[in-house]
């Protein structure tokens, strides 16, 4: 494994976001709850720099037309336990109509958001997705 030099940590406060070029590759790193995150730093959608985006929790939203990035998936995916996820700017206005149905009813005001079974959990909270699916700690 070779490690290069991308920024002084000091430059990458918490809940900040920062270009970072190394090796001439255009990324984009991320805090969030200490832990640095690195993706591309062209948004997927129309390329807009996602080093002007805004960090929000675990999630990071294109200052261009608000997509967003999030790592709740990739926890799932991490432990094979399948999901139906939905993209709700992507999707039809019956099933925006439900998801709001389904936020005003939990009281949640909020995305992202996983439901589990009857609860909704708000933002990235790997520890609760754990407590709610019954899982042991060495599963978490
Ligand atoms: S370019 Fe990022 S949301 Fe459109």
Known sequence: M???YAVDEAALPEGSVAP???SGVN???ARADGRVYAVSG???HMACPLS???MKGHTLTCACHDWRFRKAKQFFADRGIPIEYIDNDLADEATQARIAREL?????DGFPFVK???QIVEGYRPDRYA????????AR
Not at 104 to 108: C, E, N, Q, S, V
């Open 116 to 118: 589990i079974g009857n």
């Open 27 to 29: 990324v984009v790193l």
């Open 42 to 44: 062209a948004c997927a």
């Open 20 to 22: 970072v070029y190394p």
């Open 131 to 138: 407590e709610l699916l019954g899982m042991t700690e060495g």
């Open 52 to 54: 002007l985006g805004s």
């Open 104 to 108: 005003d009813a939990a009281g949640a």
């Open 2 to 4: 070779v490690w290069i």
